[in-house]
């Protein structure tokens, strides 16, 4: 039997449960810390209003909804990204390769990202706790995809990364 499969759908639902996992986690970190929504707060006001030293004593509305809204919309176009390769790595092996290279790139991406251009944030950010949360969203895409692609797990077992 064949299924249909839709890259949008598909990539949109993925991406979505991997905005989920790093937004509950750093909403978690926050909460316990005492300060809840700080996270998208000064991301929000770094990233989307440009502001250098963002306000750390009060949390800024306005930050947390454009960077939330920002952090869906850039999942989601990384859900598809990774689901349109899940869709090629079923008859072409090398792409599974591939996908395994988006995960390693992702993790260092999103390492580098933070202590590149947030040099005054660090100490706002523990890089451990940044790894747990791209691990998280990475872990919880895969599984969504891994369910959805029977033939991909029949794939492996012949060609395990294409080579």
């Known amino acids: 039997m064949r299924h249909h499969h839709s890259v949008l759908k598909e ?3 993925a991406g979505m449960l991997g905005a989920f996992a790093v937004a ?11 300060r809840a929504l700080f996270t998208p707060s000064v991301l929000g006001q770094m ?5 250098a030293t963002p306000a ?9 909804a454009l960077y939330t809204v920002f952090h869906f919309a850039a999942f989601a176009l990384f859900g598809m990204f990774v689901t349109k390769l899940v869709h090629l790595a079923v008859n072409v092996p ?17 390492w580098g990202f933070t202590y590149m251009f947030f040099a005054g944030t660090r100490g706002l950010f523990p890089r451990g706790a940044i790894l747990i949360a791209n691990t998280a969203a990475a872990v919880v895409m895969a599984t969504y995809l891994w ?4 033939s991909l797990k029949r794939a492996l077992r012949h060609e395990p990364l294409g080579f």
Not at 56 to 64: G, H, L, N, P, Q
């Open 94 to 110: 090398v792409i599974r390769f591939g996908l395994v290279m988006v995960f390693v790139v992702f993790e260092v991406f999103f």
């Open 147 to 150: 369910r959805r692609h029977p």
């Open 24 to 34: 509950i986690w750093f909403l978690v970190l926050d909460v316990y810390q005492g």
């Open 56 to 64: 750390t004593d009060a949390i800024d509305s306005t930050a947390v």
């Open 11 to 13: 990539g949109a639902v």
């Open 47 to 51: 990233l989307l209003m440009g502001r």
